[in-house]
């Protein structure tokens, strides 16, 4: 399985542009990148996936190495609604059981 | 459209107790999944369904048991309770066995004394 690793954790100031890193230096090269995010006392939230190429959405892009040893989720305007542990996880999208959220990153928002 | 539902919200129970932890989706999703969640830790999975009348274990099936009971309904039972199993429980589903776009449930706060 691919470990990650990121950065315990963060600050963002409110309306800036946050880049969140993941290194994922073990990376198959089937394995897809996700990050979900858990605002406190809540599930976890799905936020966005990818393989190769770089991928936008409502909620964030996420920017993918050429390597792919390493990937950035990048939220363009951090809002206090943001504040959340945020993981990135490589999955070989085979089957359930190699699932695995680690730590994450916990991003604080500063008004 | 609710998502995923879990009950009850909170449980104490004491050590050697029983509970069912209860999961319902209205997505129509295939594939439903128990995960636990440990203080300062990230979520570990417990059982996984990848559609109806199949179950497999996850990293850390030990002391749990799962029926999906329906294409909507996935319980997880402790037959009985440590102070180990002490946890907030998320239950998720999803489309298909895939871990992109799972949607979890507000989770279940247990506390084992």
């Known amino acids: 399985d691919a470990k990650t690793t990121q950065p315990n954790s963060m600050e963002s100031n409110e309306e800036e542009p946050v880049h969140l890193p993941c290194n994922h230096s073990t990376i198959s090269g089937t394995d897809y990148i996700h990050w979900y995010r858990q605002l406190p006392s809540q599930g976890p939230e799905y936020v966005i996936h990818g393989l190769t190429s770089n991928v936008n959405n409502r909620m964030a892009s996420l920017a993918i190495a050429e390597d792919r040893k390493s990937s950035t989720l990048i939220l363009h305007r951090a809002t206090l609604r943001d504040a959340a542990v945020y993981y990135c996880?490589?999955?070989?999208?085979?089957?359930?059981?190699?699932?695995?959220f680690g730590t994450g990153t916990r991003l604080t928002v500063i008004p | 459209n609710a998502g995923v539902t879990q009950t009850p919200k909170f449980q104490v129970l004491k050590t050697g107790q029983s509970m069912t932890l209860q999961c319902a989706q209205d997505?129509?999703?295939?594939?439903m999944y128990w995960y636990r969640q440990d203080p300062g830790m990230g979520l570990r999975l417990i059982y996984y369904s990848a559609s109806e009348g199949t179950t497999d274990k996850g990293e850390v099936p030990n002391g749990y048991n799962v029926s999906r009971l329906n294409k909507r309904e996935f319980s997880l039972r402790l037959e009985s309770a440590a102070p180990s199993q002490t946890s907030v429980y998320f239950c998720?589903?999803?489309?298909?066995?895939?871990?992109?776009?799972?949607?979890f449930g507000p989770g279940t706060r247990l506390t084992v004394t």
């Open positions: 998720a589903s999803s489309e298909g066995l895939a871990f992109y776009e799972q949607y």
């Open positions: 996880i490589p999955d070989g999208g085979t089957g359930a059981n190699n699932l695995f």
């Open positions: 997505m129509n999703h295939n594939s």
